[in-house]
């Protein structure tokens, strides 16, 4: 390994939260710290709170007691840049801002020793531009830390257009030795995360637009059927309503306007009116104390249907027959039909969504009660099941199958008939997204897979997911939407080169 050695200091350059948390993880990993802020007082502000931090989780036997001690007596402010002379890498987290990471990096080349390392942990600012304005920007590299740093595992390392292997390499061993889990990304517009998690965002927001479900119903959903942790309104309060617009519209302008990540206008709306989320206490959510938690609109219950029929033996057909068994319902178990459909309740019948509207796929089947189901991360455990009826479906087959769904124990969200429902149309994007991210060498299958799971906490990697529902299923959900909405949703071509060759990206 060709890590940094634990004697060197490491200095950080910017004493919020981020560089305050950076701090922590370097001290803790046995480095002396230097920490650097232009605000007076600020650095020695930060090492108060971070040795505050640590004796609350040594309190807490969270941390080891002494390692914890230790790591607050390595921490020191800096009052100049010139402090860091000696160190052996020089980590920033400054202002997102080109022109000031590069006259920050520019300073510290005529400081530092030609052996120190430089670090950016810029989330989305490319590190060739930020290198282009040093004299030997071979030994700059990205080290893009997720909030919290002392927490959260994943750590990007970026290399620019002139960055040494050698750096990559030390960036890389240095992080797994403080106890991370990095992955290696070429430096591209939102380098593996920031692009690849563009589509769980961008299509909730579209969902929301598009009238087709509420914040909280849709956030529901994202938890309770896809499994993902926070659904996307609340984890964009969260984040920032603002901080969250400005990183897609800086995606979307750095891919010259693909449609793909469009910014929306209901985000834009809620930052014009202030709304920024959790810190302005209001965003699609009201955060106020004594407010009321959001609820999800849920269908009301109904009666079980007389006739319930499963078809094949897909995961979903298998696992509603398995809830319904558990139960105690009847039910009848059907061969597979040619129409694909998964269970039928009296009149109605029920399809997995394949990208087109339920609407569409009754006037396609010449079935008016055509319903559909929306992907889940286990149908087995899931505990809501989003409903989308076609325009022409009669009301007795909307509550019949409403029925069966609750009699199989799932909350049951209806949903405007829109394709490629929820969870589906959003995996089938994070799928193409992630696809064509390592189609174009950004990064590796299996590092992008980690990257996700790791820095966004997802159930599972995009393509793990792919691999799981098939990628024909992607590209055919793809191709319909597309056939719908446009050229945002067209299928990239790693994906199509997939289909074509029954053969996924390998994914460790």
């Known amino acids: 390994m060709a890590t940094l050695d634990s004697q060197r200091a490491v200095a950080v350059i910017g004493a919020g939260t981020m560089g305050a948390g950076i701090a922590q993880v370097a001290a803790m ?3 002396p710290v230097i920490l650097y802020d232009t605000r007076e007082g600020a650095a020695a502000q930060a090492i108060a709170g971070i040795g505050k931090t640590l004796q609350t989780l040594a309190s807490r036997q969270k941390v080891d007691s002494a390692q914890a001690a230790r790591a607050v007596a390595a921490l020191k402010p800096a009052q100049t840049l010139a402090d860091l ?3 052996g890498l020089v980590v920033e987290a400054i202002v997102e801002r080109l022109d000031a990471k590069a006259q920050l990096f520019a ?3 005529d400081i530092v020793s030609p052996a120190c390392l430089l670090a950016t942990n810029t989330s989305s600012i490319p590190v060739t531009a930020i290198g282009a304005a040093l004299k030997h920007p071979g030994r700059l590299g990205g080290m893009h830390f997720f909030n919290p740093a002392p927490r959260l595992p994943l750590v990007e390392i970026i290399s620019g257009l002139d960055t040494r292997p050698d750096t990559a390499q030390c960036l890389f061993d240095t992080a797994f030795a403080w106890g991370k889990s990095p992955v290696r ?4 517009p939102g380098f593996i995360v920031n692009r690849v998690a563009r589509p769980f965002y961008g299509e909730g927001l579209r969902l929301l637009q598009e009238q087709a479900v509420d914040a909280a119903t849709l956030d529901y959903i994202a938890r309770a059927c896809g499994g993902f942790r926070m659904g996307p309104c609340e984890l964009t309060d969260l984040i920032g309503q603002d901080v969250n617009a400005a990183v897609s519209r800086s995606v979307w302008a750095a891919f010259h306007h693909a449609p793909r990540f469009e910014p929306s206008l209901v985000q834009q709306e809620l930052v014009d009116g202030g709304r920024l989320g959790r810190k302005a206490g ?8 004594g407010a009321p938690a959001p609820a999800p609109s ?6 079980r249907p007389d006739v319930i029929a499963l078809f094949g033996g897909s995961p979903l057909a298998q696992a509603l027959g398995s809830r319904l ?6 039910f009848q178990a059907c061969a597979e039909r040619g129409d694909g459909r998964v269970a039928q309740a009296d009149e109605a019948l029920l399809y997995l969504t394949d990208g087109r509207s339920a609407t569409q796929r009754a006037h396609d089947l010449g079935q008016p009660a055509t319903l559909l189901l929306d992907l889940s991360l286990d149908p087995a455990t899931a505990r809501c099941m989003p409903l989308a009826a076609a325009r022409q479906c009669p009301p007795a087959a909307v509550a019949a199958a409403t029925g069966l769904l609750q009699a199989a124990g799932l909350d049951v969200a209806p949903i405007r008939d829109v394709p490629g429902m929820v969870v589906m149309r959003t995996v089938a994007m994070l799928a193409n997204e992630a696809l064509d991210t390592v189609s174009q060498g950004v990064c590796s299958a299996a590092d992008v897979d980690q990257a ?3 820095g966004v906490n997802y159930p599972l990697g995009p393509l793990a997911w792919c691999a799981r529902i098939g990628a024909d299923t992607v590209g055919t959900v793809l191709t319909h939407l597309h056939a719908a909405y446009g050229e945002r949703y067209l299928p990239c071509a790693a994906l199509k080169s997939s289909i074509y060759s029954g053969i996924p990206l390998h994914v460790a």
């Open 29 to 31: 990993a046995g480095h």
């Open 85 to 87: 002379a000696d160190c």
């Open 107 to 109: 300073a510290l080349e």
């Open 185 to 188: 990304a070429r430096s591209t």
């Open 282 to 289: 209001r965003g699609f959510f009201d955060y106020a104390d």
């Open 298 to 303: 849920l269908a009301a219950s109904q009666p």
């Open 325 to 330: 068994r558990a139960a105690g319902v009847p």
């Open 452 to 454: 996700m799971r790791l």
